[in-house]
């Protein structure tokens, strides 16, 4: 069956300092999503990739997409305290049930 | 604008007890999905209805029930509580590709 890993489970950054986490199927995706959810909150979309080597940007969020769209990755830019959350990569639509990757705990210090 | 509103914000229950979620969706949006979330864990989706008839199924507990009514509002029911089931059960809607997610009900089970 389909395996979706998400890694790192939990990132530790300075302020400024850069961030990754990815999303790696052994299996073809038809899209992934992105979500974040801050300690305490609930899931908030921040963008759906579709397209092979597709390149999303979000002021200091980039976005990407595989070739073969089977890896995905959310890069943050000079990090800040307001980016503190989990960031879940997610496969399926709106228009079907999503299942979400184990996530990746941000915590930033000042 | 209008969000996804879910009713009550925090439950506690005793074991055995049953309890009732409500989920009332994003004007004209006709998807309603249910997921649950464990401390650390990831949104797991449980059931989803579309236009008033259940649309998929996850890894719902036979205790557990739900529907969609006239309004679009939906609710979840849970019987027979377990410790097991203390979570955190987002509701998510959708009219396109992204889900809506609502504040979310804690359940604590006693």
């Known amino acids: 069956g389909q395996q979706v890993m998400q890694i790192p489970q939990y990132q530790h950054v300075q302020e400024g300092e850069d961030f990754t986490t990815y999303c790696n199927s052994s299996?073809?995706?038809?899209?992934i999503q992105w979500y974040k959810q801050r300690p305490g909150g609930h899931p908030v979309f921040l963008i759906q990739l579709v397209k092979s080597g597709e390149v999303k940007k979000q002021k200091r969020l980039t976005f990407q997409f595989g070739e073969a769209k089977k890896n995905s990755s959310l890069h943050i830019t000079a990090t800040q305290t307001t980016d503190v959350g989990t960031y879940f990569c997610?496969?399926?639509?709106?228009?079907?049930?999503?299942?979400f990757g184990k996530g990746t705990m941000l915590l930033v210090s000042p | 604008a209008a969000g996804v509103i879910q009713s009550p914000r925090h439950l506690i229950k005793e074991k055995r007890e049953t309890a009732t979620l409500k989920c009332y969706p994003i004007?004209?949006?006709?998807?309603v999905y249910w997921y649950q979330q464990g401390p650390g864990q990831d949104p797991q989706f449980l059931i989803s209805?579309?236009?008033?008839?259940?649309?998929d199924k996850g890894s719902i507990p036979d205790r557990f029930s739900a529907q969609q009514f006239s309004d679009y509002h939906s609710e979840l029911n849970m019987s027979s509580l377990e410790l097991g089931d203390s979570a955190l059960y987002f509701c998510?809607?959708?009219?396109?590709?992204?889900?809506?997610f609502g504040p979310g009900t804690r359940l604590t089970v006693l």
């Open positions: 209805f579309y236009e008033k008839m259940q649309s």
């Open positions: 998510g809607t959708s009219g396109s590709y992204e889900q809506f």
């Open positions: 004007p004209r949006h006709d998807t």
């Open positions: 997610a496969w399926g639509s709106g228009y079907s049930t999503l299942t």
């Open positions: 299996t073809t995706l038809s899209n």
